[in-house]
């Protein structure tokens, strides 16, 4: 049996994510689907899921799924959206598809894959030799366009730190993939 959490927990749990995360939360969805309204209610859904997560004792580190579940949220919403249009356009033409695919598959020369495939590769393996914390700053603010600002806040330190932090991983990365020399 679980040990189950107390409403004075919960609220205060709520008060935390509220405070820490809905600006990053609402700037994360906001870039993604443009409607202050849908970012809003992406928002309260991350939450809401958050703390029915943590109501059965299912989350040792609410901060390190914040973004996780937002992600999911927005896959699920993508899929949804999906199956909508499909079912409303009705029938998918063959012939489309043929030329579509068709065109797809020749603009891919086995060799260009490879290359990409391995440079994608490439950095990973140098992400993943940085530290936690600075891969987690680098993925932020290179991929998610977070806010410098933003970001600081979201792990409680100061934006100075942030952009060293980001000047690391980018001069390790220039060096680990770029050709570059020391």
Do not use: W
């Amino acid at each position: 049996m679980r040990p189950s959490i107390e409403p004075r927990s919960i609220d205060a749990l709520r008060a935390r994510l509220d405070e820490r995360f809905r600006g990053p939360l609402m700037s994360f969805f906001l870039r993604r689907v443009r409607d202050p309204a849908e970012a809003e209610d992406l928002t309260q859904e991350v939450f809401a899921k958050l703390l029915t997560a943590a109501a059965r004792g299912e989350i040792e580190d609410v901060d390190a799924l914040v973004f996780v579940t937002a992600g999911n949220l927005l896959k699920d919403r993508g899929r949804k959206a999906a199956r909508r249009a499909q079912a409303s356009a009705g029938a998918i033409d063959p012939a489309l598809v043929r030329e579509l695919t068709h065109e797809f598959v020749e603009d891919r020369d086995p060799e260009r894959v490879l290359l990409a495939r391995e440079s994608f590769a490439a950095v990973l393996a140098a992400l993943d030799e940085l530290g936690q914390r600075t891969r987690d700053i680098y993925v932020l603010f290179r991929l998610e366009n977070m806010k410098q600002k933003e970001i600081a806040e979201l792990f409680g330190i100061a934006r100075s730190t942030v952009e060293k932090e980001v000047m690391k991983a980018t001069l390790h990365l220039a060096l680990r993939c770029g050709g570059a020399r020391p």
